[in-house]
């Protein structure tokens, strides 16, 4: 069956796990994943990454050279023009030539983006965000990070980091740990902040939810205790959802965008209540009052956003 584009993976690359997909017509077809083991070393990630894409090559019935491109997502910072890794706490890579390392393993073109751009990409092109021509993509898990989508293209800036709305100060007057949004709103602060009030006493489902083991809180979790409406975890959810608001607000009141997509594990987990409490702290701060009209939707893609993104990112690089 003929294809308007060739096909193209796309790969999302963690520090924990690498996803890959192949990509067809806007589609992710075939998918599979694997362990990073970043404490290997990069040529130990790069040689599992080979095998990770001729295994999923394999799955779609295709051949390396019926590919027309990889687009590639890797944390931290990243230089598009050089296709390199700037720096990548999470890898313990610096300045990392991953483009044309793993250009060269496969022999097909090779793009790479900061992940969260790449999953603000897939968003736009196939998710939530279509149909808008700038619109900021804000992602909150372990941590928080945005991708800012400008007249139809990434916006990346001078330096490459464009949309880190993580990094960004709510409380300059706190101490550290306690003053940016991913500080305050992030699901890693919205358990640890959990935890220290279970062991003050405070009551919540939460250890029911977990058999007592609370390393074992993730955002699963905090959507159930969320779903039995647990006054605790509806206390700190809520606060840390005026924060997100609060700082998507002034995204939208310095940039007068008319879309933001969240996404991210803890966004799916908490759902509508996650929601709702975001965009009423939006509403509450942002200015003018017009701007009370930008969308606050949820990600319709999940995971698939980072893989689409990149795989429709990849066409881009196709000869």
Excluded at 56 to 85: H, M, T, Y
Excluded at 91 to 112: A, I, M, Y
Excluded at 225 to 246: F, N
């Amino acid at each position: 069956m003929a294809h308007e584009t060739p096909p193209t993976l796309g790969i999302d690359l963690g520090g924990t796990n690498i996803q890959c997909g192949v990509v067809i017509d806007g589609k992710v077809k075939e998918r599979d994943d694997t362990k990073t083991k970043a404490a290997e070393g990069s040529d130990a990630v790069i040689q599992r990454l080979v095998k990770l894409c001729d295994k999923v090559l394999e799955q779609a019935s295709l051949k390396r050279k019926d590919l027309g491109a990889i687009g590639i997502g890797a944390p931290g910072a990243i230089n598009i023009k050089k296709g390199q890794v700037i720096q990548a706490v999470n890898l313990g890579w610096n300045d990392f030539p991953l483009r044309d390392v793993l250009s060269k393993e496969l022999g097909v073109p090779v793009v790479v983006d900061n992940d969260v751009n790449v999953g603000a990409w897939g968003e736009h092109q196939a998710g939530a965000g279509r149909g808008f021509d700038d619109l900021f993509a804000v992602f909150v898990g372990t941590g928080i990070g945005g991708g800012l989508i400008l007249d139809n293209k990434i916006y990346h800036g001078a330096k490459h980091t464009a949309g880190e709305i993580g990094h960004t100060l709510l409380r300059a007057d706190a101490g550290i740990g306690r003053r940016s949004v991913e500080d305050l709103a992030s699901r890693t602060n919205i358990v640890n902040l959990l935890k220290q009030l279970i062991a003050s006493g405070r009551e919540s489902v939460i250890p029911e939810l977990v058999d007592g083991d609370l390393s074992r809180v993730r955002s699963k979790v905090l959507g159930q205790a969320i779903k039995q409406e647990d006054p605790l975890t509806m206390e700190v959810v809520h606060r840390a959802a005026t924060y997100v608001g609060i700082s998507i607000a002034n995204t939208v009141t310095l940039l007068s965008l008319p879309c933001v997509v969240m996404g991210g594990g803890a966004t799916e987990a908490m759902g509508k209540t996650w929601m709702k409490w975001i965009r009423e702290a939006f509403e509450a701060y942002v200015f003018p009052e017009e701007m009370k009209s930008c969308k606050i939707v949820a990600s319709e893609l999940g995971d698939d956003a980072g893989l689409l993104g990149a795989g429709i990112l990849a066409q881009n690089a196709i000869p």
